[in-house]
C-alpha cells in the first residue's frame, strides 16, 4: 500500500464522518420529527381535508419516518460508534437494508397516489374512483403491497459471515460479524437488469406520472378560476391543496431528478456491457473452434490423402478469420461507444 492510497482512504474517512455522521442526522432527525408531528396534526378531527387524502398523507409521513430512520442506521451509526459499526451494524444491515427499500418505494408512489386522489377529485369529480374507496386505504393497501413484493428480493442479496480475529495484545479470538453478497447479487445478468428495472420503476415512471397528473390539475384550477369570479370555501380548500401537491412534487423531483439521471446512464452501461459481453463470448468460442479445426489439420499425418483444406491458402484464410474473428469485440465496442441509443 503506497502513501497516496494511505491518503486516500484518510480523505474518505474524514468525508464520510462529516457527510454521514454530522450532516445526515442534521437532515435526519427534523425529518422524522416533523414527519411524526405531521401523523399527529391529520389526526385532528379540525383539520378541513378529504379523509382519504388526509390517510394518504398520513401513510406517505409513516413511510418517511421508517426510511429515515433506516439511513440514519445504515449510515449514520457506523461512523458514530465503532461498536456498532463493527458488531450490530453487520447483523442489522441485510434486514434494515431492504426495509428502507421498500419504505422508499412506499414514499414515492404515496406521492403518486396523492397526485391521483386530487386528480380525480378536481378533473373529473363525476368520475368513481375505486383505489379512492374506504377513506383512501384502497391506495394505502395496493402501495404497501407493491412495496413490499418489488423488494422481497432484497431481502436474498446479502449475508452474514463471521470472520475469526485475533487480537495480539490479549491473546484472544472473536467472531465477528461482516455482510457479503450472495451469489443472485453477484450475478451480472440479475445486476445490470434490475439497475434498468429499477430506474423505470422507481424514477422515470413515477416522476412522469407526478409531473402529468399535477400539470393537469394547475390547468384544471386555471380554468375554474376564470368561469368563476367569487371563490367560495371549497375552491380555496382546492387551491390549498393543490400548492400542497405542487410542493411536494417539488421535493420529489428535486430529490429524486438527479439520482434518476444518474440511474439511466446506469442503464445505458448495463446493457451496452451486456451487450458487448455476448458478443465477446460469441468470438471466444469462435476462435476456440477455430484453433481446434487448425489443430486437427495440423496433426493429420503427412501420408493422408491430398485435400484441399491443407493447402497452405485455405490454412492462411483460416488464420485471417480468427484474427477478424478477434478484432469484431473491439469494434463492437468503439462502436457502442460513439452511438447514441
Known sequence: MNVSEVDEGEVKEVYGFWLEGVLLPF?????ILGNIACVFVLNNKSVDLK??????????????????????????????????????????????????????TGSVYSVVAVAVERYFNICKPFNRNRAGAFDGFGYITGILLFAVIY?????????????????????????????????????????????????????????????????????????ATRRHNNISSLQRRDRAMTALLSGVVIVLLI????????????SYQ????????????????????V????????????????????????HHLLLQGLQVSGSRSVSLQLYYKHTNY
Open 291 to 314: 484453433q481446434t479445426n487448425l489443430g486437427r489439420l495440423d496433426d493429420k499425418d503427412v501420408s493422408s490423402p491430398p485435400n484441399p483444406l491443407l493447402s497452405p491458402k485455405h
Open 151 to 223: 423488494n422481497i428480493v432484497k431481502f436474498f442479496e446479502l449475508r452474514i459471515e463471521f470472520e475469526t480475529r485475533v487480537d495480539n495484545s490479549t491473546n484472544t479470538s472473536a467472531n465477528v460479524p461482516e455482510v457479503a453478497f450472495t451469489d443472485l447479487r453477484k450475478n451480472p445478468i440479475y445486476a445490470n437488469v434490475y439497475i434498468v428495472f429499477n430506474t423505470l420503476v422507481m424514477g422515470v415512471l413515477p416522476l412522469s406520472l407526478v409531473w402529468f397528473l399535477n400539470w393537469r390539475i394547475i390547468v384544471a384550477m386555471k380554468q
Open 51 to 104: 379523509q382519504s387524502f388526509s390517510n394518504i398523507l398520513k401513510c406517505l409521513s409513516i413511510f418517511d419516518v421508517i426510511f429515515l430512520v433506516g439511513v440514519t442506521c445504515l449510515y449514520t451509526l457506523p461512523q458514530l460508534s465503532t461498536q456498532y459499526k463493527t458488531y450490530f451494524g453487520p447483523l442489522a444491515t441485510p434486514a434494515v437494508l431492504p426495509i428502507t427499500q421498500i419504505a422508499l
Open 27 to 31: 437532515i435526519s432527525l427534523p425529518g
Open 270 to 289: 448495463a446493457v451496452i456491457e451486456t451487450i458487448t459481453s455476448h458478443f465477446t463470448q460469441d468470438d471466444c468460442v469462435r476462435k476456440d473452434e
Open 255 to 266: 430529490g429524486h431528478t438527479p439520482k434518476t439521471i444518474i440511474n439511466i446512464y446506469e
